[in-house]
């Protein structure tokens, strides 16, 4: 098992930036494809990004391709969600996942508690 605690959520004016990070316990996330989602108020949850575990496979959502880059230091157990150019439509709560078997986590693989991000216009 792991465990993941997101963080470096926060309140930015649009064009702004934030990064959020998701660090792991339990199990070092070389074991794992981790992701990003994001859940807005009203709305589904959806994937903003994920990478493989091995040969640098990225997954990006179309709206965020090339504002946002996703990142791993496996040194640090820690994976990153880079975000830039920021727009209120960013605003939602990020959610850090981690799959052993899958690209995409799904619900019944391990998740953090999520972090709000939120983007003033």
């Known amino acids: 098992q792991v465990h993941l605690v997101e963080s470096g959520g926060g309140l930015v004016q649009a064009g702004g930036s934030l990064r959020l990070s998701c660090t792991a316990s339990?199990?070092?996330?070389?074991?794992?494809?981790m992701a990003w989602f994001r859940q807005a108020p009203g709305k589904e949850r959806e994937t903003v990004a994920a990478i493989a575990r091995s040969r640098g496979i990225t997954y990006y959502l179309d709206s965020v391709k090339g504002r946002f880059t996703i990142s791993r230091d496996n040194n640090k157990n820690t994976v990153y969600l880079q975000m830039n150019s920021l727009e209120p439509e960013d605003t939602a709560v990020y959610y850090c996942?981690?799959?052993?078997?899958?690209?995409?986590?799904?619900?019944?693989?391990?998740w953090g508690q999520g972090t709000q991000v939120t983007v003033s216009a």
């Open positions: 339990g199990n070092p996330i070389t074991n794992y494809a």
């Open positions: 996942a981690a799959s052993s078997n899958h690209l995409i986590p799904r619900t019944d693989d391990y």
